[in-house]
């Protein structure tokens, strides 16, 4: 069928395993490169299951992701690609061509007394916890142990600091990684490059990884493009070569 560009795309043939927020989370990842994303639609309904959205803010981005794209090998899957039928609603407002659609009637909508109590009930104990709160005393602030060179005692928890730049290494040491960073997030991103061989996990850690690969030349280039890439809004990577 012969769908005309749009600034979104509508992706099947996902593994209907994977759970919704680490999908989302995965899709932005891979799909961020080729331009700046608006949101991603994915749902877990029987219908929906196995499918996505990603909505881009402009058409070449969306062109650009379903020809590199399509059939790329997500989850184990072959990723099948095309443009969505129609706008989304956030492409649409942008245009200025939104329509607002007829919220749909409840056929056992509640009576108007009912709500009213059930709101009397929610105030009242909004109103019970917070004078609960305001009763409570406010907790002191607890220092951090130093030992005798102004440095944080051992066992207690350490302030990041800018670390001094290492010479090139195959190896890249990533940092600011958000918690639900996963080794299948971080292949997607980095296999894009030449030469990618593995990403390692820390045990324990989530918010550190090393990325491996063949040559320095290949992982300096990796390094450099992926400098303060977003993950998520929150969260831009830090790059730097691995020590020696």
Do not use: W
Request: aromatic share 8%; charged share 25%.
């Amino acid at each position: 069928m012969d769908i005309r560009p749009n600034h979104t795309i509508y992706i099947n043939n996902l593994n209907e395993k994977i759970k919704k927020d680490e999908l989302k989370k995965s899709l932005y990842a891979i799909f961020s490169q080729f331009g700046q994303i608006l949101d991603i639609v994915a749902m877990k309904t029987l219908k929906m299951r196995g499918q996505a959205f990603v909505i881009f803010k402009d058409i070449n981005s969306s062109t650009n992701a379903l020809r590199s794209m399509q059939g790329f090998p997500f989850y184990d899957k072959p990723m099948r690609i095309q443009y969505s039928k129609k706008d989304s609603d956030m492409v649409a407002k942008m245009k200025g061509t939104f329509v607002e659609r007829p919220k749909k009637q409840k056929k056992d909508e509640e009576p108007q007394e009912l709500k009213k109590r059930k709101r009397g009930q929610a105030n009242a104990a909004r109103e019970k916890l917070a004078k609960e709160q305001a009763r409570q005393p406010l907790q002191p602030v607890v220092q951090q142990p130093m030992d005798g060179a102004g440095v944080p005692a051992v066992g207690g928890p350490v302030a990041p600091t800018s670390m001094p730049e290492q010479p090139p290494n195959q190896i890249l040491f990533l940092t600011n990684l958000p918690e639900e960073t996963n080794e299948m997030m971080l292949s997607m991103l980095f296999n894009q490059f030449p030469g990618f061989k593995e990403v390692r996990l820390v045990p324990g850690r989530h918010d550190i990884a090393f990325v491996e690969f063949e040559t320095e030349t290949q992982s300096a280039a990796a390094k450099d493009a992926l400098q303060g890439f977003k993950i998520t809004p929150s969260n831009a990577m830090k790059i730097s070569f691995a020590k020696k």
